[in-house]
């Protein structure tokens, strides 16, 4: 996951999950910061998957691989 990228994230395990856009995640603590609904959360990084991968990361990507 990178910055930019669309990632669904839940809070608890009795809530369905949320989408957001990746702010910063912080391998070190291993935290997402998420923008969703116009407000920025904290989610543990465990509760945090890639939904969509932003373009531009994606154009990266492949020019890290050659």
């Known amino acids: 996951m990178n910055t930019g990228d ?5 809070t608890s395990d009795k809530i ?3 989408i957001g ?3 910063e995640y912080e391998k070190l ?3 997402a910061k998420i923008l969703a609904h116009g407000k ?3 989610i543990r ?3 945090v998957q890639l939904h969509q991968r932003h373009p ?7 020019r890290g691989s050659r």
């Not at 531009?56 to 492949?62: A, G, H, M, P, R």
Request: hydrophobic content about 55%; overall charge neutral.
């Open 29 to 31: 603590l291993k935290v």
């Open 16 to 18: 369905p999950w949320d």
């Open 45 to 47: 990084a465990s509760d």
């Open 56 to 62: 531009d990361n994606i154009e990266i990507l492949k």
């Open 21 to 23: 856009i990746l702010i």
């Open 40 to 42: 920025m959360v904290s």
């Open 6 to 10: 669309m990632v669904r994230f839940r």
